[in-house]
């Protein structure tokens, strides 16, 4: 896990900007000329990923966008706007979980191998500009439980 990232091991699509159907959508809500923080948490396993991603505007709205693996082609993603309240309960929640302070690579404890696991990943970009990164396998931040909360995925 070391040598690839999590995107390149599950042949993840690129980042929810850079699809040019979400791009559509951005477009669709005035959005897309805004600056952004977008948030990129995947989580893997065995066959099957869910990709969420939650993009902060500067005007205060959020957009959450959840891609799950076992969706058939008909209904391959969900699309949440949030604005006024929610969105400021989302981004609180996002900051609370203090991912800025998290190592980059989260690993299980010595001695202990799981096989067929689980693997995730967490990016924070600022306008298209990769700021942070943090990975896993098998081995999750303390906020996991909020983690998974927020960005809609169990």
Same mark, same amino acid.
């Given at each position: 896990?070391? &040598? ?15 699809? !040019? ?8 809500? @005035? ?15 065995? @066959?099957?990923? &869910? ?11 959020? +957009?959450? /966008?959840?891609?799950?693996? &076992?969706?058939?082609?008909? %209904? ?19 900051? +609370? +979980?203090?991912?800025?302070?998290? !190592?980059?690579?989260?690993? %299980?404890?010595? @001695?202990?191998?799981?096989? &067929?696991?689980?693997?995730?990943? +967490?990016?924070?970009?600022?306008? @298209?500009?990769?700021? /942070? ?7 999750? !931040?303390? %906020? ?11």
């Amino acid at each position: 896990m070391k &040598d690839k990232t999590f995107r390149a091991l599950y042949h993840i699509p690129p980042s929810f900007v850079e699809h !040019p159907l979400q791009k559509r959508v951005l477009q669709a809500v @005035g959005r897309n000329q805004e600056s952004m923080v977008e948030v990129i948490f995947r989580v893997g396993g065995f @066959g099957t990923y &869910d990709v969420s991603t939650i993009t902060f505007f500067e005007r205060g709205t959020v +957009l959450r /966008h959840i891609e799950r693996s &076992d969706r058939s082609i008909t %209904e391959p993603f969900e699309f949440e706007y949030y604005e006024g309240e929610e969105a400021k309960q989302m981004r609180v929640a996002f900051h +609370l +979980l203090g991912t800025n302070w998290w !190592p980059t690579v989260f690993e %299980e404890l010595e @001695g202990v191998r799981t096989l &067929d696991g689980t693997q995730w990943s +967490l990016s924070v970009y600022t306008n @298209g500009t990769l700021i /942070h990164e943090h990975h896993g396998s098998n081995a999750y !931040p303390s %906020e996991w439980e909020q983690v998974t909360r927020l960005f809609g995925i169990s």
